[in-house]
């Protein structure tokens, strides 16, 4: 067994004689019932002494089989079940699977649906970014992040909850445009169906908060010496590595590669309109990670920023048939999601039910390098790596 | 999946040249550019050097993902497929390549026959397809040779079936069939839809 190479020597030094100890390894289950797990892992780790010399993340607890489920329900009903792939962005997940659709069908949605997707779509990728920044000092030991982040976070809840009546579940795209609810949200009380009023105010004071948020975690977390040193150095993926095992979003720009898919050409949403920058990092380490999505929140607050300044008007749902069949064909479509490449992959016979969706989730693959680059590091720097990664249970198992 | 190479074939545009230089790259017989996808056809002995020809010269570092179609002429779930008469039962094996830069990409797609289920593993040429082939091996059984460790991903071991076989009944749907006695409204046809659609605007 190679992998047993991988074990750490100690050195003892008594009266100045040094003796090499080469531990017994045992074997230290982690998870699946684990705070530091993001829900339902399982790592079952094979340690010398604190060190770590073999891996095997255990995944499953959290599988749903909703590519068997999707099988069995018509494509309206799908979108009640993709929101919940990574509930902690569950707006964004839905927009690649109804542009695969609307790809398949032939249906371009209006400008305004397009501009209400992208906002949201954003506002979901700060509320997921929020979270990561304030859960990843929490598991490295400081608490006070996660109470200051999720407070300027509930803004943003507040006003995708008032445009969508969901907080987390939006299941507010249809083929061809998007659904407002009608009455939701404290600030709507009228049965509207256009976006609720005050919106655009609401709107600007979250972003005014998650700089705010912003702000205070640079002071608290980035700057901090304690984060530095267990996060810089730790947990160190290359961009190669990234690439091969699928890495995508923030981890992979991270470690240096320069790829968003929402500035390439064939971006869902109306990306070009907006000046923004693509951030990168050039070490892959567990801090870049962090750092990464930091400044990717202020790049999301400008593109909002920008955004609602420009919404245009017209109607929110384009033309579609009443009784939506889809006629057969495949297309795979895939789109930026705050965890990375987010694309489904859709067989269709011509019925109103796919014949197979093939869901493609970031976390998944993500995740599939641990096994990699665990080996060799402390049990504290793994917390500090897997933590780095922003994965949702969710968003794995599917 | 039954169209004619002389259909697609001519579609002018980038995607079009983009597959077909690949397909010659490799020696496929048959490719795709539908819906913005390339599908490039493979048989079962170019599937791995198909793979390292787009890693090394296509420069499609990426590896987004891999996976698995059962097609089947009766399904215990859903509905079936188009043309079941003439359709040719057999697994069609995915696996999306892309590049690191830009929006290039491809799909390469292998069929396997339902008796003779095998191919070979791509975690040497893309370490990230280890998972991607547990879980397409898990629930189509599809036995990917060369793999280092092809247990199963998401099932218990002992799990007995290939839940994504379409021969494999959805258990909820067994125990409770749908739409049932409580639902208020049935598979949308062209008629309650309608009327459906007019109290989805008005209520909530």
């Known amino acids: 067994m190679t992998h047993l190479d991988h074990r750490g020597i100690v050195e003892v030094s008594d009266g100045g004689v040094s003796v090499e100890l080469k531990g017994e390894t045992m074997t230290l289950n982690i998870g699946p019932q684990h705070p530091s797990t993001h829900g339902v892992l399982r790592l079952i780790a094979e340690v010398d002494g604190e060190r770590i010399a073999r891996l095997d993340p255990a995944i499953g607890y959290m599988h749903r089989g909703k590519e068997k489920l999707a099988e069995a329900r018509t494509y309206a009903q799908i979108t009640a079940l993709i929101n919940r792939i990574d509930w902690v962005s569950g707006f964004a997940n839905e ?23 992208l906002i949201l779509t954003e506002l979901t990728r700060i509320s997921n970014h929020l979270v990561f920044a304030s859960s990843y000092p929490l598991e490295l030991g400081g608490a006070t992040a996660l109470m200051w982040a999720f407070r300027e976070r509930e803004h943003i809840m507040d006003v ?19 659904n407002p ?102 070490n892959g380490d567990s801090f870049d990670r962090y750092l990464v999505r930091i400044l990717e929140i202020r790049e999301s607050i400008k593109i909002v920023r920008q955004a609602i300044g420009s919404v245009p008007d017209g109607p929110l749902q384009a033309k579609v048939p009443r009784v939506l069949k889809v006629p057969p064909g495949t297309a795979y479509v895939r789109a930026e999601n705050p965890k990375g490449e987010m694309g489904y992959y859709i067989v269709s016979q011509g019925g109103r039910i796919p014949y197979r969706l093939k869901i493609r989730s970031a976390s998944f693959s993500n995740i599939s390098i641990m096994s990699k680059i665990a080996v060799g590091q402390l049990i504290p720097d793994l917390v500090a790596t897997m933590g780095s990664l922003d994965f949702v249970l969710g968003d794995v198992d599917r | ?83 079941v008469e003439n359709l040719d039962e057999r697994y069609e094996v995915l696996c999306r390549l892309s590049s690191g830069t830009d929006d290039t990409a491809l799909i390469l797609s292998t069929s396997l026959a339902k008796d003779d289920a095998w191919l070979d593993s791509l975690v040497s040429v893309y370490a990230g397809a280890a998972w991607h082939e547990r879980e397409t091996a898990e629930m189509f059984g599809i036995d990917f040779h060369g793999h280092p460790n092809l247990i199963n ?40 839809v309608e009327a459906a659609a007019q109290t989805d605007g008005e209520g909530s």
């Open chain 2, 153 to 192: 991903l998401y099932l218990p071991q002992e799990f007995e079936g290939h839940p994504l076989r379409k021969s494999f009944a959805l258990g909820a749907r067994e125990v409770k069939p749908w739409p049932g006695k409580v639902d208020v409204e049935e598979l949308p046809s062209t008629e309650n």
């Open chain 2, 1 to 83: 999946m039954t169209d004619s190479p002389s259909e697609t074939t001519e579609a002018p545009n980038t995607l079009g040249t983009f597959a077909a230089d690949f397909a010659a790259l490799v020696g496929a017989e048959r490719w795709t550019a539908d819906h913005g996808t390339v599908h490039v056809y493979l048989s079962r002995d170019q599937w791995v050097a198909a793979a390292t020809a787009a890693r090394d010269e296509t420069e499609l570092a990426f590896f987004s993902f891999l996976s698995a179609v059962d097609w089947a002429k009766e399904v215990a779930v859903g509905e079936p497929a188009d043309d």
């Open chain 1, 160 to 178: 995708i909850e008032s445009v969508t009546g969901g907080r987390f579940h939006t299941n507010f795209n249809r083929v061809g445009g998007v």
């Open chain 1, 95 to 117: 927009v690649a699977f109804i542009r695969a659709v609307e790809e398949l069908v032939g249906v371009e949605p209006t400008p305004r649906a397009q501009y209400i997707r």
């Open chain 1, 181 to 282: 609810v009608a009455g939701g949200g404290k600030s709507q009380k009228k049965v509207s169906l256009d976006l609720p009023a005050g919106f655009y105010a609401a709107v600007e004071n979250a972003m005014d908060r998650a700089e705010v948020a912003c702000d205070e975690l640079d002071q608290l977390v980035t700057g901090n010496e304690i984060i530095h040193m267990r996060a810089k150095g730790v947990g160190i993926i290359t961009k190669e590595d990234a690439l091969a095992y699928g890495i995508s979003g923030p981890n992979a720009r991270a470690s240096g590669v320069d790829f968003d898919l929402r500035i390439q050409e064939d971006s869902l949403l109306p990306y070009g309109d907006f000046d923004f920058d693509v951030i990168t990092g050039e």
